[in-house]
Nanobody, 116 residues
């Protein structure tokens, strides 16, 4: 059973940094691309970033490019998102996600709140 569990969220001031993590199990992590999404209550789920297997290629949404860094540790089956220069509009629930043969899965999310 594919399981994803995010952690590391919290409250931070504008301009600050935070790293959120995603622990995974139940699938061969190293062979799948992984993504981060975020959602604000009342708004649609927003794609943030994707990392392909072997960490060979990464993609970012325009509004986080240059501020966020996605990475993975295949030995630990862990996914990370380093969030730098945080802005109030980055406040959201952050989810990790992947698509395996059984379908697309995401975790329960970790809340990031940015305040001035």
């Amino acid at each position: 059973q594919t399981q994803l569990m995010e952690s590391g969220g919290g409250s931070v001031q504008t301009g600050g940094s935070l790293t959120v993590s995603c622990a995974t199990s139940g699938f061969e992590f190293s062979t799948y691309f992984m993504s981060w999404y975020r959602q604000v209550p009342g708004k649609e789920l927003e794609w943030v970033s994707t990392i392909y297997r072997n960490s060979g290629h990464t993609l970012y949404a325009d509004d986080v490019k240059g501020r966020f860094t996605i990475s993975r540790d295949d030995a630990k089956s862990m996914l990370y998102l380093q969030l730098n220069d945080l802005r109030s509009e980055d406040t959201a629930m952050y989810y990790c996600s992947t698509t395996v043969s059984a379908g697309t899965t995401r975790g329960q999310g970790t809340q990031v709140t940015v305040s001035s």
